[in-house]
């Protein structure tokens, strides 16, 4: 698919004898995971999250708080040195206790995104997944964003964290999401064109958006 049909993937017509996949990318404190989860049970499908941890961790061959905590981020230039000093011809390391490079989590969790995709119609959150499927023919792909004093309110609420620290959780959290998708889709993680639809979270509440996006799909899957 080049760039000018991607560009008109929101006017294509849904195939319903394939299953069709949401795709969420978010910022922190737009509720992502509620939203994904509400859509989910409401739409009767999978909700991918855990499952995608899960199969990661075992192809891996990791813990799965060690795909957890790496998850949209890279490494720094000094893990990825000491990681790459530890399989040193005279250096000896058990494999399990290996932290898996960025390239290979990407595309293990790539991989798994797609064999679920083609399987189930699924939520997917975050992992670059409007951009792994991309060519998907059933695919509505989402991003919520939202004002900085409605993140930081909900951070503070979630985390049980002081103001401050909810805004330099907020400002590390896009820098990394950011650099992440740079890094593995070549595209500015917030710019719009790439989504068939944004919100603003801070506008709607987390409920609304719920609320917002199944009318979206409803009349997505109306125009067949």
Known sequence: MNENQKKEKGGMKMNHSLPFVITISRQLGCGGAYVGQQLAKNLNIFYADREIIGQAARQLSVLEEDVKTREEKTLSFWQSFLRSYAVAPDTYVQPRTLTPSD??????????????????????????????????????????????????????????????????????????????????????????????MTLDISKTGVDGAVA???KYVELIQESK
């Open 103 to 196: 390239q290979e989590l990407f595309k293990t969790e790539s991989e798994i995104i797609r064999r679920i995709a083609e399987g189930r119609s699924a939520v997917i959150i975050g992992r670059c997944g409007s951009y792994v499927l991309s060519d998907h023919p059933n695919h509505i792909s989402l991003f919520l964003h939202g004002g900085i004093s409605f993140r930081k309110s909900r951070v503070q609420k979630l985390y049980e964290v002081s103001e401050d620290a909810a805004g330099k959780m907020i400002a590390r959290n896009d820098e990394e999401r950011a650099h992440y998708n740079q890094k593995f889709t070549g595209r500015e993680w917030t710019d719009a064109r790439q989504y068939d």
């Open 212 to 214: 917002f996006i199944l």
